[in-house]
């Protein structure tokens, strides 16, 4: 398999940035899930989860390091007042506190198996970047197993083309310049149904397929044991000892 595309996600919940090649390190993609929307009344993290316009917006990262928001209206911005006036309610852009222990806390369905949910729990993600787990530095799907699946849906870093990456779990490879162990797959939710832009409409037999076919599970989650640079057309080789 090759590297097809690679995403940066800096604010959690927003559309990306695919880029060429990808610095990789400890935590990630550099840039990837550093920033996050947080609702100043209720102290919780926000996503697509539960505020499904989040994926109506875009962020990058600037070439000084920092990162903005573009909001449908094509606004440009950083600012928590006109986030606020956005999005409904009272929110602060925070960047992750990479050397933190204190997880932040967001909402998720009951039952992830329901397309349209009304109860929500509570639930912790990462300390430090905005991931899900601390499992997950690095998410990677092939188009084989996308089939016909528009592969924005699922939020990867890594695109690959070909097939095979269930068959990872618990093996070391090498992506570029990148060493690689790979972990249990990753669980979906109902963000992989919600419609956004260029043209991806609300979608809920894509969430009931994957647990129908694959129980839940689509893409892998890999740690980062050795840091370095991948670039798109690079080979996924297993390790060397």
């Not at 039952?111 to 912790?124: C, G, K, N, R, S």
Request: net charge negative; glycine share 12%.
């Amino acid at each position: 398999m090759r590297v097809l595309e690679l995403w940066r996600y800096p604010v959690k919940s927003l559309q990306g940035q695919r880029l060429p090649e990808a610095e990789i390190g400890d935590l990630g993609i550099a840039g990837d899930r550093r920033w996050a929307l947080f609702d100043r009344d209720t102290g919780l993290g926000l996503t697509a989860r539960r505020v499904p316009e989040l994926l109506w917006g875009a962020a990058r990262v600037r070439p000084d390091g920092g990162v903005e928001v573009v909001l449908p209206d094509g606004t440009v911005t950083g600012d928590d007042a006109v986030l606020s006036d956005w999005l409904g309610r009272r929110v602060e852009l925070r960047a992750a506190d990479e050397d933190g222990d204190v997880p932040p806390v967001y909402e998720t369905p009951a039952d992830e198996e329901v397309p349209d949910p009304t109860e929500w729990l509570q639930w912790e993600g990462a300390p430090g970047p905005f991931h899900d787990s601390p499992r997950i530095r690095v998410s990677l799907v092939s188009t084989g197993t996308l089939g016909r699946w528009d592969r924005r849906r699922f939020r990867a870093n890594v695109v690959l083309e070909g097939e095979g990456e269930d068959a990872l779990r618990g093996r070391e490879a090498r992506l570029g310049g990148v060493r690689l162990r790979f972990g249990v797959p990753i669980a979906r939710c109902v963000m992989t149904t919600r419609p956004q832009p260029g043209g991806i409409a609300r979608d809920t037999s894509v969430l009931e397929t994957i647990h129908r076919e694959r129980d839940g599970l689509l893409a892998v989650r890999a740690a980062v044991l050795a840091p370095g640079t991948v670039r798109v057309g690079d080979l996924l080789a297993p390790a060397a000892d």
